[in-house]
C-alpha cells in the first residue's frame, strides 16, 4: 500500500515529500514505530481505511514518544483526519524542536504544497 509522507522539522522549516511503498506501512503507527528514535519524532495521521464510510475510520492518530510514559504512546481523535483528504499527504513525520511555541499549517492549493511552522 502506498504511503505520501510528509516530514517537517519545525526547526528550520524544511519539509520534503517521500512516497513508501514498503509491505507492512498501513498507517500512522507502522510509520511511527518505523522511525522509532526514543522521543525525537512525532508521526500522525488517517488509517488505512479514511475517508471510506466504515465508522471509525476517519480517526487521526498520533504516535511517538510521551513523557507521562516514558516510552511509545499513541492517541486517536474521531473524525480528524478527514481533511487530510484534501492535502498530498496521509501521514506526518514531525522532527526536531520549534524555538518558540508554534502552530503547524499545511494547506494544499492548485496542486502546491505549502507547509508553515
Keep these: 500500500m502506498e504511503q505520501r509522507i510528509l516530514y517537517i522539522d519545525v526547526a528550520s522549516g524544511a519539509a520534503r515529500r517521500e512516497v513508501l511503498d514498503e509491505p507492512g506501512i498501513y498507517g500512522p503507527l507502522d510509520l511511527a514505530l518505523k522511525v522509532w528514535d526514543g522521543g525525537r519524532r512525532l508521526v500522525f495521521g488517517g488509517g488505512p481505511l479514511a475517508g ?66
Design 52 to 117: 471510506s464510510i466504515v465508522p471509525g475510520s476517519n480517526r487521526l492518530t498520533f504516535a511517538g514518544y510521551s513523557p507521562a510514559w516514558d516510552g511509545f504512546f499513541s492517541s486517536s481523535m474521531g473524525g480528524a483526519a478527514l481533511p487530510f483528504d484534501d492535502v498530498w499527504p496521509n501521514l506526518v513525520v514531525v522532527e526536531g524542536r520549534a524555538a518558540t511555541p508554534s502552530v503547524l499549517l499545511i494547506t494544499m492549493k492548485d496542486g502546491d504544497l505549502r507547509v508553515e511552522v
